[in-house]
């Protein structure tokens, strides 16, 4: 089974931009889709946006959609969340998490395997 170590997370004021790296050791990293999701206290995890297993489709959550870009590089078991133009409302632990699956995962229920989470924070 794989496992997961999240990294790139920080304190940035509103406007700037972020790159969150999810590494994977353990297993053959393109087996996997992998999902990215958010949460802060007293919430439910969000779903943020998610990859198939080589990075062909991708998806996102209409609250980052034309912001945010996802993409994986399985030559160096790593899958990327690059975010731009971040509001406070970003502001989050974010997790990747990942599934042996070829399709790709939309849902928190559906993903086995979860990091550890970075914080985000975006300040005004």
């Known amino acids: 089974q794989v496992q997961l170590v999240e990294s790139g997370g920080g304190l940035v004021q509103a406007g700037g931009s972020l790159r969150l790296s999810c590494t994977a050791s353990?297993?053959?990293?393109?087996?996997?889709?992998v999902g990215w999701f958010r949460q802060v206290p007293g919430k439910e995890r969000e779903y943020v946006a998610a990859?198939?297993?080589?990075?062909?489709?991708?998806d996102y959550s209409d609250s980052v959609s034309g912001r945010f870009l996802t993409s994986r590089d399985n030559d160096k078991n790593t899958a990327y969340l690059q975010m731009n133009s971040l509001i406070p409302e970003d502001t989050g632990v974010y997790y990747c998490?990942?599934?042996?699956?070829?399709?790709?995962?939309?849902?928190?229920?559906?993903?086995?395997?979860w990091g550890q989470g970075t914080q985000v924070t975006v300040s005004t």
């Open positions: 990859t198939n297993f080589n990075g062909g489709r991708v």
């Open positions: 353990g297993d053959t990293f393109d087996k996997y889709g």
């Open positions: 998490a990942a599934v042996h699956s070829w399709t790709i995962v939309l849902n928190a229920a559906g993903y086995r395997t």
